[in-house]
């Protein structure tokens, strides 16, 4: 089974300072990878996926990550944070589990706290 | 477009009553799946629908939960007898792919189990 490591829990920055956001996998053929936010008291919205191809994978609102497959590492970025990204994201992996379904495993989140 | 959507957005319950959940997924989506969030064990998936094929109910925890489809659009999930580590946010997703290019969210159905 898929596994996923967020290192940081918590992470305050200043607003209009960049921000990276850890992420590693457990290591399989093939993943799909995803990174989503949750805003309070609101379901997860999806920021960015890499499926295939560039592993530099561009999202909604500014943000982007990397995808490495030597480090099975998925690092989400932004270069300039604003107050409004304050909010709980959560790294996960799209495994095939044999009866059809590509299940998400998550990470344990990191709350992304933005200092005025 | 309308998103997911799911009802009640809160429900409390007493110990040891069933409660049904129930999901609306966007239009056209085939795969359905359901997730728990909960403080202790963070994001859990629970079932999984994909058209007319038998559901993966592999992460159900136990036999008190069980959930249905009808038609291939609504779901419901159904927990008897409830108990207090019932208690959670219960998150439904649905997917027009089968899930693996992304899985689009509703708003969830907080469960306290008093």
């Known amino acids: 089974a898929q596994s996923v490591t967020q290192l940081d829990s918590q992470v305050p920055v200043f607003e209009e300072a960049p921000v990276e956001l850890r992420c590693n996998y457990s290591?399989?053929?093939?993943?799909?990878l995803f990174w989503y936010v949750q805003y309070p008291n609101q379901g997860l919205q999806l920021l960015l996926k890499?499926?295939?191809?560039?592993?530099l994978v561009k999202g909604i609102n500014g943000f982007e990550a990397e995808f490495n497959k030597s480090q099975t590492s998925f690092h989400l970025r932004k270069p300039s944070v604003h107050i409004s990204d304050t909010a709980e994201y959560f790294c996960?992996?799209?495994?095939?589990?044999?009866?059809?379904?590509?299940?998400?495993?998550f990470g344990k989140g990191t709350k992304l706290s933005v200092i005025p | 477009g309308a998103g997911v959507s799911q009802s009640p957005s809160n429900k409390v319950t007493e110990k040891g009553k069933d409660v049904e959940l129930r999901c609306d997924p966007i239009?056209?989506?085939?795969?359905l799946y359901w997730y728990r969030q909960s403080l202790g064990q963070g994001l859990e998936f629970l079932i999984y629908f994909q058209g007319n094929s038998a559901p993966d109910k592999s992460g159900l925890p136990s036999d008190r939960f069980s959930a249905e489809r009808t038609g291939g659009s609504v779901s419901t999930l159904t927990i008897q007898r409830t108990q207090q580590e019932d208690s959670a946010v219960y998150l439904c997703?649905?997917?027009?792919?089968?899930?693996?290019?992304?899985?689009?969210f509703g708003p969830g159905t907080r469960l306290t189990v008093t």
């Open positions: 997703a649905s997917s027009p792919t089968g899930g693996y290019g992304g899985q689009y």
């Open positions: 290591s399989s053929v093939s993943v799909y």
């Open positions: 239009s056209g989506h085939t795969a």
């Open positions: 890499y499926l295939s191809g560039s592993t």
């Open positions: 996960a992996v799209s495994d095939y589990s044999g009866a059809g379904s590509y299940q998400l495993t």
